[in-house]
């Protein structure tokens, strides 16, 4: 493999637009409720984000290496490695995966500083939160991802959600406002879900390693309870744009995305084995680009309608 591709699957840049469709609905909903738009820095919001995100994915594999959690899930039976496995394979050495990923963090700060210089300092307060976030999500002494009491769930929903579309919005704008609130928790829940039905596919190995996420501390039965209540919420959520006008009302359009994951769950038993959850995995990831993707075009003929 040459240099880009390995850096790509080290970074899991593929999962990328889970970041980048809220940084998008953020700065398209500036330009719908007040007409601002900035093109460059939009390109700027979007490389920031882009390599908080990617910072995100490697600083996790590297405290779960650290942390014994990936060769807990490499070495156990039932269980699905969701880590890039450049580590457990030893494919880089441990310093070249941590300058990889410090360069990363490197470049989301100094985006957010200079994004903080044209619009204002609550674009560097987003940004930084995003960021010791992403960090303390597995890494001590805090470690939400490991304490199994909702904060790795809230946790995400603030950085793949409410940080990236109220920071979008307010880059464009220099101002807040409650409406770039609603539009993050449509896009927010279902990338929190993403995150939440990973831990399905390697759950026993993860409390091996002692990493309590709510599927651990709840089991199974009890957590695909929780799954499907964080689906309807971000049904729910969408719904709530549209009523609060952040929204256009064919924006519902994107509630038909949420069907084929709906009927996934209708295939699943209270206890399965870990290969059972990979359509789960999948139909999250899939409804969750396609949410966003139906939003982010509503928003766009919104502001043409209202151009013409």
Not at 15 to 22: D, E, R, Y
Not at 112 to 132: D, N
Not at 155 to 182: C, K, N, W
Not at 216 to 245: D, N, Q, T
Request: hydrophobic share 50%; with cysteine.
């Amino acid at each position: 493999m040459n240099a880009w591709t390995q850096f790509k699957q080290a970074s899991r840049m593929k999962v990328i637009p889970v970041m980048l469709i809220p940084v998008i609905l953020g700065a398209l909903g500036a330009y719908v409720w007040t007409g601002e738009f900035h093109p460059l820095l939009f390109i700027l919001t979007l490389i920031g984000a882009g390599s908080a995100h990617l910072f995100s994915n490697m600083v996790n594999d590297l405290w779960d290496f650290k942390n014994g959690t990936d060769d807990e899930a490499k070495n156990s039976v039932d269980a699905i490695s969701t880590n890039s496995g450049f580590l457990t394979n030893g494919k880089w050495s441990l310093r070249k995966f941590e300058m990889m990923t410090w360069i990363l963090f490197g470049i989301a700060a100094l985006s957010g500083i200079i994004l903080s210089l044209f619009s204002g300092w609550w674009a560097f307060v987003f940004g930084g939160l995003g960021g010791l976030i992403a960090y303390f999500y597995v890494a001590p002494p805090i470690r939400f991802g490991y304490r199994g009491k909702g904060y790795s769930e809230i946790a995400i929903l603030l950085s793949f959600g409410v940080l990236p579309v109220m920071g979008a919005y307010y880059v464009q704008t220099s101002h807040l406002d409650i409406r770039a609130l609603l539009l993050s928790l449509p896009i927010g829940l279902l990338t929190t879900l993403i995150l939440f039905n990973h831990h399905f596919l390697h759950w026993q190995a993860d409390r091996q390693a002692g990493k309590n996420t709510l599927v651990v501390v709840w089991g199974e039965k009890r957590a695909l309870r929780f799954s499907r209540i964080l689906l309807i919420l971000a049904c729910i959520s969408l719904i709530a744009c549209v009523i609060a006008g952040a929204l256009p009302l064919y924006s519902l359009l994107a509630l038909l995305t949420v069907i084929p994951l709906y009927l996934v769950y209708g295939r699943l038993q209270d206890s399965n084995r870990s290969e059972a959850y990979l359509p789960l995995m999948g139909a999250s990831t899939m409804t969750t680009f396609r949410c966003g993707g139906v939003l982010i075009i509503s928003l766009m003929v919104q502001g043409i309608i209202q151009t013409m």
